[in-house]
């Protein structure tokens, strides 16, 4: 939920470059290899890591916004910095999400409200722009997953 | 490629593990000397260093062979120092075999040693938005327990292992380290223990995750000649094989610190691989060995179910079947072939550069018969498998 002094603050992105802006349109950033068609994420932009193409040019994509859990955990104790945690802490979950066409597994947050006890592997779970912190003038915007047959309220 | 390239393992010595808070180098500087008394040599015998990196411990930690020739005592010795995360270890020992069996030098020193401060380990500090291991915390709030949680998770999924089957691997190590006098936690925890211990990552709890704890490993290695031409108390045991694989392409298993695997999706890339599968292979086939070869083996439980996937990726028996060989009691001490006899990382903790180097002591112990209550009758082989961060397989094939 958002406090009304929240819903002032600029909303930034906690990295640039690695998923969209637009939070009504949320998609990871990814790179695909001009040559073999290898995918990345985060983006790369020097060299293709298949040893078998030498290629140094590379797309912007978007990858899929769907995927299957591959595996997941949750964060019960409050992890170090740099990670910037609530006070209280809250524990949250983690998936590992596997994009079919990409042939990857990408690892993201699960929004919030949603524990281990919702999800199951093979699950179908979609991508979203959330809240990772805050300070006194900024929201700092990062990917997270949250279930797609998940209860509405989880779906704002 | 066994005969021609194997090297002797003169020495081991150890500090013991533990949250001593005291310098690393005066836990390197313990285990040093309690190997070159094994050996029955003086520092001044001793013609190579290799020292295994800290990235903790400051400028001394980044250059750990010159650190411990210094405290040693200065004598010209040639150095070396590498850093493989937990695989750095056997680098240094592989670095050490390539001198010797290139004829440069005869004996040489292995050491690694670390004082770890208390609780998660956390990412080198400073802002450093190019750093994938300061990133996952930054982004994701990603400890290393979350990944050995995923892998536990996916294991339950996968093959029906359960919450019960991961205790039990605890149960086995606090057995196995009961009498090591060289491990951290020595004391027998029951099922209903680990089980009501606090959930740190679902579904792994406070036992199941390993300590970051502060110890120190050496050996002192020779070639065949050396070894033969000053004699020893100890059995000798030789070093067979050893690993230093890198994964291949593409690595579809999310590894610490990623954000993604590999994408399989590209045009001609290989069927993918496990690395995990490859690591102790790498060993096998330079000691021309199988598992079906294999005494008992030190592999590295981060946590209580990533030991189950390394049953199965060391070949000791088929994917989805480690809980099974854990159960029917074929991995403790007494069964077919006993894994984490010294009580695993379990016990100990980790003490990331002397980890690789003290699994390989475990191993020296039992072959020369000297484990006392723990000790694996009839043990004639006996392999590592460790991982370090970014890609470093490190496996050591011991034969007597």
């Known amino acids: ?156 | 490629m066994a005969g021609s390239s194997a090297i002797a393992i003169l020495g081991i010595g150890m500090h013991p593990w533990g949250k001593w808070g005291r310098n690393f180098v005066e836990y390197g500087l313990a285990a040093a000397n309690g190997a070159l008394d094994d050996a029955g040599l003086s520092w001044t015998d001793i013609e190579f260093i290799s020292g295994a990196d800290t990235i903790r411990n400051g400028y001394p930690g980044f250059i750990a062979g010159a650190t411990f020739a210094q405290a040693l005592g200065w004598n010209g010795t040639r150095v070396s120092s590498c850093y493989a995360a937990c695989a750095s270890g056997a680098q240094a020992l592989a670095t050490a075999r390539a001198q010797i069996l290139a004829g440069l030098c005869d004996v040489a020193l292995v050491i690694g040693a670390d004082t770890t401060p208390k609780g998660f380990f956390a990412p080198v500090g400073g802002e450093r938005r190019d750093d994938p291991d300061w990133l996952r915390f930054y982004l994701m709030g990603a400890t290393n327990p979350a990944y050995f949680a995923l892998y536990a998770r996916r294991r339950m999924a996968l093959y029906g292992d359960t919450e019960r089957d991961f205790a039990l691997v605890k149960v086995k190590n606090s057995r196995h380290g009961l009498s090591n006098q060289f491990a951290r936690y020595r004391k027998e925890v029951t099922v209903e223990e680990v089980l009501s211990s606090p959930k740190v990552c679902d579904p792994l709890k406070l036992l199941e995750i390993c300590a970051t704890s502060d110890g120190a490993a050496a050996l002192v290695v020779a070639s065949e000649e050396f070894a033969k031409a000053h004699g020893s108390k100890n059995r000798l045991v030789r070093v067979a094989g050893i690993s230093t694989v890198t994964p291949i392409f593409p690595n579809t298993i999310i590894e610490m610190p990623n954000f993604s695997t590999d994408s399989a999706a590209g045009q001609g890339v290989l069927e993918a691989t496990s690395f995990r599968d490859s690591i102790a292979n790498g060993a096998y086939e330079e000691a021309g060995i199988g598992p079906q070869d294999v005494d008992l083996a030190e592999v590295y439980d981060l946590s209580s179910a990533l030991e189950l996937d390394w049953y199965e990726n060391i070949g000791l028996c088929k994917q989805g079947e480690g809980a099974k060989l854990l159960r029917d009691g074929d991995t403790t001490i007494g069964g077919k072939v006993p894994v984490n006899t010294s009580g695993g990382l379990s016990c100990f903790g980790e003490a990331i550069p002397a980890q690789a180097i003290v699994q390989v002591c475990e191993i020296v112990t039992q072959l020369r018969g000297d484990a006392k209550d723990r000790q694996v009758t009839g043990a004639k082989v006996g392999v590592t498998a460790n991982q370090g961060l970014f890609g470093h397989g490190s496996s050591v094939v011991l034969v007597k």
């Open chain 1, 1 to 156: 939920m958002l406090s009304q002094v929240g819903l002032a603050k600029i909303r930034v992105p906690a990295v640039e470059g690695w998923f969209s802006i637009d939070e009504s349109e949320p998609y990871l950033l990814g790179s695909k290899c001009t040559k073999c068609g290898t995918i990345y994420f985060p983006q790369e932009g020097t060299f293709c890591k298949n040893p078998r193409c030498r290629s140094e040019t590379f797309e912007q994509v978007r990858l899929s916004n769907r995927g299957k859990i591959w595996s997941y955990t949750d964060a019960q104790y409050q992890p170090p910095p740099p990670y910037v945690a609530v006070d209280p802490f809250e524990p949250f979950a983690i998936v590992a999400v596997e994009l079919i066409q990409e042939k990857l597994i990408v690892l993201g947050q699960v929004v919030r409200g949603v524990t281990v006890d919702d999800l199951r592997v093979g699950m179908e779970v979609e991508l979203t722009i959330d809240t990772l912190y805050e300070d006194e003038d900024k929201v700092y915007l990062v990917w997270k997953f949250r279930p797609v047959n998940g209860p509405e309220t989880l779906r704002r």
